[in-house]
Structures are given as structure tokens and as C-alpha cells.
């Protein structure tokens, strides 16, 4: 069972805004670290690898992805 949502790894994604079946994060996402949940249908984060490189949020239209960048890389 997945929870809503984590805030330790390095994307979180607000499923309150997650369009259903949506791919354009996981597809812009250069490590895969991305997947859609088959059963809720919305994107989440799998692995806990990062490059905080951003297109996964820039590309999300309802604003749902959050890159948490650490504090040394801001």
C-alpha cells in the first residue's frame, strides 16, 4: 500500500491534483524514477534517485509535481 504522500524523497506528487493516468512527469524523467500506480492511477515516486534536473515539474499542467531540492543544491 502506497501513503499519500512522502516529503523525504526528492519529488512528491500532490494526488489531489495528479491527473489520472497522465504520463508527461514519468515520460520527462531521465533516471525512470517516476511510475503510474495501477491502482489509483496517478504518478508517484518509486525509486529515491534524483538529479533535481526539474522537467518533471515544469512539465506537470496542474502544478501536482514538487522537485524538494536540498538546501546545497538551491
Given at each position: 500500500?502506497?501513503?499519500?504522500q512522502?516529503?523525504?524523497?526528492?519529488?512528491?506528487?500532490?494526488?489531489?491534483?495528479?491527473?489520472?493516468?497522465?504520463?508527461?512527469?514519468v515520460d520527462?524523467?531521465?533516471?525512470?524514477s517516476?511510475?503510474?500506480?495501477?491502482?489509483?492511477?496517478?504518478?508517484?515516486?518509486?525509486v529515491?534517485?534524483?538529479?533535481?534536473c526539474?522537467?518533471?515539474?515544469?512539465?506537470?499542467p496542474?502544478?501536482?509535481?514538487?522537485?524538494?531540492?536540498?538546501v546545497l543544491i538551491?
Amino acid at each position: 500500500m502506497l501513503v499519500n504522500q512522502r516529503v523525504d524523497v526528492p519529488v512528491t506528487i500532490d494526488r489531489s491534483l495528479c491527473i489520472d493516468e497522465c504520463t508527461l512527469c514519468v515520460d520527462m524523467c531521465p533516471l525512470d524514477s517516476l511510475a503510474i500506480d495501477p491502482e489509483t492511477s496517478k504518478a508517484y515516486m518509486h525509486v529515491d534517485e534524483c538529479w533535481y534536473c526539474g522537467p518533471c515539474a515544469a512539465r506537470c499542467p496542474t502544478g501536482a509535481v514538487t522537485v524538494n531540492m536540498p538546501v546545497l543544491i538551491r
